[in-house]
């Protein structure tokens, strides 16, 4: 009687849990689907291409070579992308982690007012509204089309953001333990203690600036000092020429190194957003 | 005083590098722009802002009347319109239907793949969308396709599915983050005493949500009122295409367009900010606490 009673509400199917798994795995193969396909694409033949198939007749590696060779300034380009982005991360990621700390562990005078202008900051388009004067402060110190330039309004792209996660992480801590580090010499225990903050901001930084359009398109001319996202969407977008594998090849070399950095980082990554970067 | 001063001096190194860089390429710039959008200043005519004449409310007294900045503003608004709700409520039934999940694995797995897009370069999603659309869909054929996506009136929905692809993980992450403060006991007692699954929904999700859910519609409005990188890249700096909004034709005054009227450019920009702060304030006194 009793072991009846216990396995009626198991018989039932699960309609609830079938359907909460139904639309995430659905929503999951959504996600998925394109890249998968782009990727596909890349090593497809040329017949194959213009076919439906999804699955390639034989594999062509032959569009990374042409990818690769069809625009000779391409190494260059990835080159300026990674000297600007790594840059970028390390000084964004360094200033934000001492501003956050200055914000919650020390007497910050005005410490409100300062929290609340990089806060408003983020209501406000002034990278689009500001963008005349920022390809004026770049003239007027000798950066335009210099790559090295773009590291200074780069540091903008998503400094209030990371100071407001810095900050979030920090408040965290326990009041206390900063003064007895101190007397103990351990700041790199505060530092272990904040990793996976760190890591949220490295990545955030690294998506910024490894992405970022607007500024390296208006600040920079010459082909071979723009960044690798400005050389490729152009070609992208007027794409006429540009047959599709190789396109999808293209579109791979972009994408792998935040692929690359986040199947590296991610577990640091989701415990750092929980942990208190999106709570702040 | 001797305190309080030593105390700063501990404090402003570590303050300093970020309120540098902040104050100089963003708070600065714009500041700096909105003393430009009152002068006459052309690049190729003056030599700097200040050798320019100062003409007060003149730039804006033409931008009122101008019907591109009309129809820019028009534009950036539809665009906002299409793009905002999916971009709020898709993460938001993701996140509840995630937080359901009781498999801690399994969690972490959809977790993982939702956050996949975002960490892509956002306009570089313009070729493969274009490719989806025009070969897997068979949207559009491949004599139009370097033009399509900035001609029509569809581009707003492909940029905006775009959009939402890229974002969905990363929103609903920030929707995690705010049920995960939610008390389950909470969910129980409202069973015990019979509520229906909606009304939980209702009253308890949704209502401790309401502040994140504030936070991400500013935000996003923000982006999407403000997206020039996508328009460019699809339509260019065509007029006849619903892409030239406000932000491109900022663009196009400041450095392209006749003798790069930068003072007129500037009032654009400014123009457009000022309409997006108002509906900021408007959405923080609609999502005001009622209590």
Redesign the interface.
Known sequence: MARQRRSTPQRRLPWGSIA??G??IS??G???F??A??LL?SVKSLPDA?T?RIWPHHFDFGSYHRALTAIDTLPQNFENSIVVTVATMVI?T???V??G???VH????GKRL?LG??VA?????????????????QDRLGLINNTWGLI??Y??LA??VS?FIMRGVFETIPKELPESARVDGASSFMILLVRNGVIVVV?TNF?AA??E??LA??LTNDQEKRTL?VV???A?????QWL?PT??A??VI??LP??L??AFA?RWY?RG??EGA??G | MWRTTTRAARTWPYLLPALFFFVGWQLWPIVRALWISFTSFSFLLDDSPESAKFIWFQNYVDAVKDPLVRSGLWHAAVFTAIFLPGMIFLPMVMAVLVDRVHNKKAAGVYRLILLIPAMMPGPLGIGPINYMLVNVFHLYDVTNQPTWLGATNLTFLSLALMEWWWGLGFHTMFYLAGLSTIPKELYESARVDGASEWRIFWNITFARLRPILLVLVVLRFGTAFALIDEYILTGGFDRSRPTYTWTVYMWDTAFQLGDQNRGYAATIGWIGTIGMLGVVLWLFYVFRNKD
Request: proline residues 6%; aromatic residues 14%; positive net charge.
């Open positions: 909460k798994h639309i995430l929503t999951c959504v996600i998925l394109p890249l396909w782009v694409l213009y439906n964004t360094t200033i934000a001492l501003a700390y200055a914000l020390l007497p910050t005078p300062i202008i990089f900051s983020l209501f406000v388009p002034s990278r689009v509204t500001g963008l005349i004067s920022i390809w004026e402060i200074l309004p540091q903008t400094l209030a100071v990545i998506i490894w992405g359009w607007l398109n208006t996202t490729l969407a152009s992208n977008a007027g794409f006429g599709w396109m999808a293209m579109y972009a994408i935040g692929l950095a986040f991610q989701l957003l929980q999106l709570k």
